[in-house]
Structure formats: structure tokens, C-alpha cells
């Protein structure tokens, strides 16, 4: 199996190879000390959790373990603020924190939504860097694996335990679909296993593959690593009291113990493993000191059941996904999603909206009750009478900013922008919108309601809090953070006092012009206080300094360096710029009055702003939980306003029923360039398993083919699908063989990834599965391709009830004429309609009839194409001798017909010719002009 990519399907309905790899098995030395470990840590005896579990916990964690708390300073933050008993909100945050983070809910346990495990690629339109991710995997005895990966811009490690095949299949899609940035195998990986890996990791270009060495995944040191994890999810998460009723070491134990096994070997050698490269490394935190550990917000159990399967060829072939240049000189430096499904299905208002929708993209559920979940709130939001519901949405998803990313910032130090907090206002104050919102039409969707229950009082309170503290308007370089009148009455009258600084300046610097008989400046700069600023004023020469030994003040001489240091009255400080700045009794009463008064102004404000970021930090589970749910809410909002604009209709989904039916189907991408577009109807029970379509080329079997699979693939993830009528059983894979991509460093032919699809299809598909064949057959000859396509029709046919859902496409109309398959009641032979009207041209109705075709009818397409008329017409020579099993006659052009011509006329005139009535001297001329008639035309018309 596989997970969609991150699925596997049910084990009742996967066929599995009989495993191939050698299966590692524990040693008894290894289960003792495994035995030993768990009874020195004392692990609580607590129920197995099933590997297809789906359950999760979200702890916000302190910057390090309790016991290490270690300083979290701002190194950009004033020195002076770091005041003897002042802490910084990370650090109050984790010595005040007063409530639990909630665990999931056991009726959304089993809930892909609680585990969105993203690639975390750029959304479509806007270019943005790949995240980092770190991945570890290793498989233990009886081929139980596990895989975790960290997501460094979310700070959260995602685990998952499955039963790997031989084929490394599981892994293979994890990857493809993670992209992780690095990955971590252990050297106790069997050696096939291993080089089935590296194989799926170096397939795309900048991996940077580690192999760690055998003590990284080891019991031991695993188990401290998990522990240490442990111990830093459960740092915020302690109840106030809960250290007297256990050490902290059982309560971080105990608490883990609900989301993950801690008596799985394999999860605890993989997990230590990842734990410690990651603290080895420093990963996320490589420029913060080293006093900041490395940050885990959340560890989940993702499961791998309850998710369709498509390989990266299907999503390439139904174009899915489909990447490309900005055609803007401007835009050009990203690439973005051109003329794919998602592209057009993408109508998210949030950058985080966006990467859920693509992983609904890229993990279509089988879920029935998810699926029906998202069409509900789907169905709300298109429909006509609730335009302005959909019109409020779209408007206040716009005002939501990344939270999870400002929170993240946040934590680890770094002092968030007035940009940030601004952003902060206008998702707090879009949230509050959004619950009043919903909560009036809360009993329409799961996902409304789920928004009007989990809204916190206090991210409101966090919104009008911003907006009162900041003075965003104030802002300047030299003021990155401005605090709002009225906060605080201290901070007011030092503000005041500093306003009016400039008048009060103003006179002393007249009262010290008085005394000296020079220009002066008094100036005031933060950390030196008041000072009298003497020199090059206002461009007007040097100072002029009063003559000590003259009564006469008009008595002056030109000062020097020495001159203006030893100024009477003043002392002497500092020159800067062409300035000498002093001290006088008048700026050291000053100092005496104002003190640094900026630099206190300062302080102040960013005791505020520290205030300000630990209330953030303790709304921020609240506001990610809701983060969350937006961004599902921007997902089913996205899926109704595309479903609105082009008239989808909601499917009837059904849980283990074969049926796919469709009423009047269309492909959701050719019909925004076909107007108008001509739809057809497709039905799928447990009678008609197998589809044989031929027609004239062109005719449209393969967009047919194509607008099946989409209309199965939207409905499974929860969107609505453009047809007037579908009712569709869950499909657990979808497998298709329509395009291979050629490349010259695969080293592989075109018939040979054709025929690697198709061995997918065959070893892979169940009586669950959609399998689309367009063409398949026509890389090699026509014998072989015929001889191979019915063999692989005929496995799917034998199966009788446990055949997939089959639609196959050829041009090899012997199959039918000649009846090459058995006849099954399960089989239909459709035909793509066309005409030829009394021009002898096609007309292409592009409409499904059941039948049979005789013939491609190229020639039209290749008249169609403008391949020359002499060039079809000798195409139909060459048809109709092979048809009939004669000789092809050579091929002539009006230069060799013309000089056909010539010599039958010069043979004939020979055969005609009596030398005896000629004389000498005429059978030369005669010659002569016989042969001037042999001379090749220079040049023909040739049409």
C-alpha cells in the first residue's frame, strides 16, 4: 500500500508480494535490555495504540526544559531592560502558565483533519522557499516500520508506525510526497531496503542523505532522547500543583504515553534518532545562542489508513499538479501552478489556506464521513442564498496573517515587528468576526460549529489590547515600538517631559550664549544626557572664543583645538563631526532632572511590549487550534466559490459500494477553454467493471478517460464535481497509464514506463480500486502491444466481482473484431461518436455510444493538422494495397509521373523510327533532337 500519498488502504483490501526483504529480528540480548530500559524509567503500563491510530497532542513548549531555563534575551532589546527580577515573556510564560492545553477529542481521533501533515511548497502565484525537513526511518523485526519527520518552520515532529512492503512502497510515497530536506537512515537497515530509499531520495535533485550510525538508533539512548522530548512538551502543559502529585519526569512520561507507544522499540530508536540529530545540529535555532534548545511545539501520530492512493505519474497525468514559468518578466523569479486542477481549484484567501487545500490535494480520503463533512460546508457557502455568508468569508480570511509562523518568532527570542503586531490586531479582531459568524450557522457544517465552539474570550481581549498599547502611525526607524497615551500615567509624563525638551533646551542654549559670547547648541542624546554642542555652525567658520586679556567683548580671536577644549564654564567631554560637546552646570542640573529620559522611555515601552508578548504566548494554543480551523474553513471556501462559479453538483458518496455513476459529466479543466463543452455519462456497479473505448483519433477518449478519475478524485476530497448528477462508492487507488515523462537520466524507455505503470496497476489494484488505460500498447509493435493489453485485460477481467473499475482506450480495433477477449457480462465496448458529412470531412461529436470503431480515421486528423494532399493521398494508396494484400505500387511525385510521360513518348518514337528512310545527315539531326527531348525538366510544380 501507499498513502495517497500518505495512505495506506485498508489491510482487508491491499494485495501484498510475499515479502522479499530478510527480516531483521531482535536478538535476545537486545529484548533484555529493551526489558531493562523499560523497567528503569518506569514506564507506565498503558494500553498498545494501533498503528493506524490517529490521535494528537499539541503542547506549546518553553524555550528548554524546566530544570536548564535558560535565559531568552532579545539581543536586540536595550540593555537596560534586563533589570534585576524582570523576566522575559518566554520565560514568565513558563513560570506562570496556568492551564492545560487540550488533548484531541476522542470523536476526532480517528480525524485526518487533526493531523495535517503538509509538503509545504510553494502555493500558486507566490514564490516561497521550501520548508526544512528532517525525516528519520528505520523498519524492525517483521518489517514494522516507522517514519518521523520535523517541520522546522512549525516546530513539530509527525510520527507514523506502518507495516513496510517489500518494495519499500510506503517510504517511497512518504518521501515523494514530505519532500523532506534530509534523511536520516539507520545503518541496521537491511541493505535492499536501504538502497530502495536512497533510490526514492536521490530521485530529485539536493538531498543530503545520512547515514547514522547504529548507537543514533539505539534503545538506550532513544529512550533518553524521547524522554528529554517529553519533558519539554510538558514544561507549559502542567496543571498549577501537579509537581506535588508526581516528579516531572512521570508527568512528561505519562502525558507522551497517550499519543505514542513507548514500548514500540522501532518508534523509540526512530525518534530518539531524529531528536538527537536534531539537537546534534541545532536545527531551527542555528543563530540563536547556545542557551535556546531546540524548539518542539507539538508531536502527532498521523495514521495511514483512510487515504486514496495516487502515484506522482497520476498526479503528472490528470495534471493535478502541473508547475510553470510566470509569464512576466517581473514575476519570473518563482515558479507557479499553470493549467492544473489545483491551480484552478485554488482560491484560498491565506498562504497557510493554501498548503492544507494542496494537502487535501495530495491525500484525497476515504473517509466517507470527513468527505461528507467538507461537502456540507461546501454546500453551505455555494449556495446561492448564501453569497454574502461566502462574500464575509473570503473577507475576513483576507485579514488573517500566519500566527503558528508569529508565534514561532516569538518564542525563540525574537522581539515581533510593528508590522507583526499589526497583523496580530486584524487576525484577532477577523477571528472574532468569523465566530459571530458562525455561530449563526453553526448547524449547517462540522467546520462552522467546530469554529463557534473552540473561540477563546480572551483573543479578543488580545486584539483590543494590541490596538490600545500600539502607536502604530508613530513608528519610525529610530522608534520601532510606540506605545499609545493612556497606558501607562509614568510613561505619559515622561513622554510629556520629553516634548517638551525642545523649548526647554532651547533656553538654556540663550542662557549659555549669554555667558559664553559664542553660538552654542544644547542637545540631548540617550545614554550621554544633556550636553552643549560648540563648533562649525550653520557653516559660518571656526568658533570665535572672547579674548581673556580684553575688557572689550567685541574682542575676539579665532579659537584653535587647545582654544576650544578649555572653554571657561565648561567641561570638556568628546568632538564628533567638527563638534566639541561639553558639560555645564545648567545640562548637569538637567541630567539631575530628566535623567536619561529616553533611554527610561525606552525601558518602559519595552516592559509593554514584553507584557504584550507574554499574553500573546498564552493566547497562542487558542489561536493556533483556531488558525487551524481557518484554514480548513479558507479550504471548503475555496471549494464552494469554484463550485459556485462553475456549477459543480454534489456527490452522492457511498462507503464499500462499487458504483461510480455520472450524469452528464465534464472535465473540470477542458471546459474552461471548450465552450461548448459536449458531456457524457459514465456508470460503474458491480455488473460493469471493464470499459473497451475506441474511436477516430481526436474524438475525445482521452479527456473521457481523464474527466472520470477527476470527478472520483475531487469527490474524495470533499469538493464538489462538474457533473448534474454523481454518485460515487470511494475509491481506495487510482491507477492510470496516460503519459510517461521521457528523460534521459532515467535510462528507461517509453514502452518501459509504460509497462512499470501498468505492473503498479495490476500487482497493486483491488476490487476498490479505478485503473485508466489510455493507449496502452502502442510502443512496440502492433502484435505485442495487442498480445499485451489483452493479457493485463484479461487479469482484471478473471476477477470477476473483485475487478476494478476499468477504462481502457486503444486503437487496436482487432480486439473487438476479432473478439481477442472472453465475453463478460462484466465487459462494455464504448465508442466516441463522429460523422462525415458530404464534404467527406469529420465532424467529432465527442459523444459515448456503446459500440466498436473499424478505423482511426487518421486522415482526417492529419488533414486536420496540414499534412499535404499529395501525402494523404498516397497514404490511402498504402491502405487500401495493405487491406487488400497487394503490392504497394512505388511512390511517384509529378516529376517522376512527368518523366514517366517523356520516355514512354521517346520509346515509341523509337519503336516508330526507319533509318532507311532517313539519310546520313538527317539520322544524326534526328539524334540530336531525340536527345534534347531526354533533358530533364529543371524544375516541377509540385503541390
Not at 489491510?11 to 531482535?26: D, F, I, L, T
Not at 483533519?113 to 528532517?134: F, K, L, M
Not at 498480445?787 to 486503444?810: D, K, Y
Amino acid at each position: 500500500g501507499m498513502l495517497a500519498r500518505i495512505g495506506t488502504p485498508a489491510p482487508s483490501a491491499v494485495v501484498v508480494a510475499e515479502m522479499s526483504v530478510e527480516e531483521s529480528q531482535m536478538s535476545e540480548s537486545e529484548h533484555s535490555e529493551w526489558s531493562d530500559v523499560e523497567q528503569r524509567v518506569r514506564l507506565p503500563k498503558q494500553r498498545r495504540l494501533s498503528s493506524l491510530s490517529c490521535v494528537e497532542v499539541e503542547s506549546v513548549t518553553s524555550a528548554g526544559t524546566v530544570e536548564s531555563r535558560p535565559p531568552l534575551t532579545d539581543l536586540r532589546q536595550h540593555s537596560s531592560v534586563r533589570r534585576k527580577g524582570m523576566r522575559t515573556p518566554q520565560e514568565a510564560v513558563r513560570m506562570d502558565a496556568g492551564e492545560d492545553l487540550p488533548m484531541a477529542s476522542p470523536e476526532r481521533a480517528g480525524d485526518p483533519r487533526a493531523v495535517p501533515v503538509t509538503p509545504y511548497t510553494a502555493v500558486s502565484g507566490v514564490s516561497e522557499q521550501v520548508q526544512e525537513i528532517v525525516m528519520a526511518y528505520h523498519i524492525g523485526p517483521r518489517s514494522a516500520a516507522c517514519v518521523a519527520f520535523y517541520l522546522v518552520e512549525e516546530a513539530e515532529i509527525c510520527v507514523s508506525t506502518f507495516t513496510e512492503s517489500s518494495e519499500c512502497d510506503s517510504i517511497k510515497c512518504l518521501i515523494n510526497d514530505v519532500q523532506p530536506t534530509e534523511l536520516l537512515l539507520s545503518s541496521q537497515l537491511h541493505s535492499d531496503a536501504a538502497q530502495r530509499t536512497r533510490e526514492a531520495a536521490e530521485s530529485v535533485d539536493g538531498w543530503r542523505i545520512h547515514v547514522n550510525s547504529t548507537s543514533n538508533f539505539d534503545v538506550k539512548s532513544g529512550t533518553l532522547k524521547v524522554l528529554e522530548l517529553a519533558e519539554q512538551l510538558d514544561a507549559l502543559a502542567r496543571l498549577p500543583g501537579r509537581d506535588r502529585l508526581m516528579d516531572r519526569e512521570m508527568s512528561a512520561r505519562v502525558r507522551l504515553s497517550h499519543v505514542i507507544d513507548l514500548t514500540d522499540a522501532t518508534l523509540v530508536k526512530v525518534l530518539g534518532a531524529l531528536y538527537g540529530h536534531l539537537q546534534a545540529n541545532r536545527i531551527g535555532v542555528e543563530l540563536e545562542s547556545e542557551a535556546v534548545p531546540v524548539v518542539v511545539n507539538s508531536l502527532r501520530m498521523f495514521a495511514l489508513d483512510k487515504l486514496c492512493r495516487l502515484s506522482e505519474d497520476t498526479y503528472r497525468s490528470l495534471q493535478i499538479f502541473q508547475r510553470g514559468v510566470h509569464p512576466s518578466m517581473v514575476k519570473a523569479s518563482g515558479d507557479r501552478e499553470m493549467g492544473s486542477l489545483f491551480g484552478t481549484m485554488n482560491a484560498c484567501k491565506t498562504k497557510t489556506g493554501g498548503k492544507l487545500l494542496r494537502s487535501w490535494f495530495l491525500r484525497p480520503s476515504t473517509d466517507v464521513e470527513l468527505i461528507r463533512d467538507r461537502q456540507a460546508g461546501v454546500g453551505y457557502l455555494a449556495a446561492p442564498e448564501n453569497g454574502e455568508d461566502l462574500k464575509s468569508v473570503r473577507m475576513y480570511l483576507s485579514k488573517l496573517t500566519d500566527v503558528k509562523r508569529l508565534l514561532r518568532k516569538a518564542r525563540t527570542a525574537a522581539r515581533l515587528k510593528p508590522q507583526d503586531w499589526s497583523r496580530v490586531e486584524g487576525s484577532c479582531a477577523a477571528l472574532g468576526q468569523l465566530h459571530a459568524l458562525m455561530s449563526r450557522r453553526s448547524g449547517s457544517a462540522s467546520i462552522f460549529e467546530s469554529l463557534a465552539a473552540t473561540f477563546d474570550s480572551r483573543i479578543p481581549k488580545l486584539g483590543s489590547t494590541v490596538e490600545r498599547y500600539c502607536e502604530f502611525a508613530a513608528v519610525t526607524d529610530e522608534r520601532p515600538w510606540v506605545v499609545k497615551p493612556y497606558v501607562d500615567d509614568r510613561l505619559d509624563g515622561m513622554k510629556a517631559a520629553y516634548n517638551s525638551l525642545p523649548e526647554v533646551l532651547t533656553e538654556v542654549a540663550q542662557a549659555e550664549m549669554r555667558d559664553l559670547q559664542i553660538p552654542v547648541d544644547v542637545i540631548y542624546r540617550p545614554l550621554l544626557g544633556f550636553l552643549v554642542k560648540v563648533g562649525n555652525r550653520f557653516g559660518q567658520g571656526p568658533p570665535r572664543i572672547i579674548d581673556p586679556s580684553s575688557t572689550d567683548p567685541s574682542v575676539t580671536h579665532t579659537s584653535s583645538t587647545a582654544d576650544v577644549t578649555q572653554i571657561d564654564g565648561l567641561v570638556y567631554h568628546f568632538a564628533s563631526d567638527g563638534y566639541s560637546h561639553y558639560k555645564s552646570a545648567r545640562t548637569t542640573a538637567l541630567d539631575r532632572t530628566y535623567g536619561d529620559i529616553y533611554s527610561d522611555i525606552v525601558d518602559v515601552e519595552s516592559t509593554v511590549l514584553d507584557e504584550l508578548t507574554r499574553q500573546f504566548l498564552q493566547v497562542g494554543p487558542a489561536l493556533c487550534t483556531l488558525a487551524t480551523l481557518c484554514d480548513e474553513l479558507d479550504c471548503v471556501q475555496s471549494l464552494a466559490l469554484i463550485a459556485r462559479e462553475n456549477e459543480f453538483c454534489r456527490p452522492e458518496v457511498l462507503d464499500k459500494q462499487r458504483i461510480i455513476s455520472i450524469v452528464d459529466g465534464r472535465h473540470p479543466l477542458v471546459e474552461l477553454t471548450t465552450s461548448p463543452f459536449v458531456v457524457n455519462s459514465t456508470h460503474f456497479d458491480s455488473e460493469t467493471r471493464t470499459q473497451i473505448v475506441t474511436g477516430a483519433n481526436a474524438s475525445g477518449k482521452s479527456v473521457y478517460l481523464k474527466q472520470v478519475a477527476l470527478i472520483v478524485f475531487l469527490t474524495q476530497i470533499g469538493s464538489f464535481v462538474p457533473a448534474a448528477e454523481a454518485t460515487i462508492g470511494v475509491v481506495d487507488q487510482i491507477f492510470t497509464r496516460i503519459m510517461s515523462q521521457e528523460s534521459a537520466t532515467n535510462q528507461l524507455s517509453i514502452f518501459l514506463m509504460d509497462l512499470q505503470q501498468v505492473t503498479q496497476a495490476v500487482r497493486g489494484a483491488t476490487s476498490e480500486s479505478l485503473v485508466i488505460l489510455d493507449e496502452f500498447g502502442k510502443g512496440t509493435c502492433e502484435v505485442d502491444g495487442i498480445a499485451i493489453l489483452c493479457a493485463v485485460c484479461e487479469e482484471f477481467m478473471h476477477r470477476n466481482e473483485a475487478s476494478p473499475a476499468l477504462i481502457v482506450s486503444t486503437h487496436f480495433h482487432e480486439i473487438a473484431r476479432r473478439r481477442l477477449l472472453p465475453q463478460s457480462p462484466y465487459t462494455e465496448y464504448k465508442i466516441m461518436q463522429t460523422l462525415v458529412n458530404d464534404d467527406g470531412n469529420m465532424v467529432y461529436l465527442f459523444q459515448i455510444q456503446d459500440g466498436t470503431a473499424t478505423t482511426s480515421s487518421a486522415k482526417f486528423t492529419a488533414s486536420a493538422a496540414g499534412l499535404p494532399c499529395f501525402l494523404l493521398d498516397r497514404a490511402d494508396e498504402v491502405g487500401r494495397c495493405f487491406a487488400n494484400g497487394t503490392a504497394i505500387p512505388p511512390y511517384q511525385t509529378e516529376v517522376s509521373i512527368a518523366r514517366e510521360a517523356q520516355n514512354h513518348d521517346i520509346v515509341t518514337e523509337f519503336l516508330d523510327f526507319d533509318a532507311d528512310s532517313y539519310g546520313g545527315a538527317n539520322v544524326r539531326q534526328w539524334l540530336l533532337n531525340v536527345r534534347a527531348k531526354c533533358a530533364m525538366p529543371t524544375q516541377s510544380a509540385r503541390t
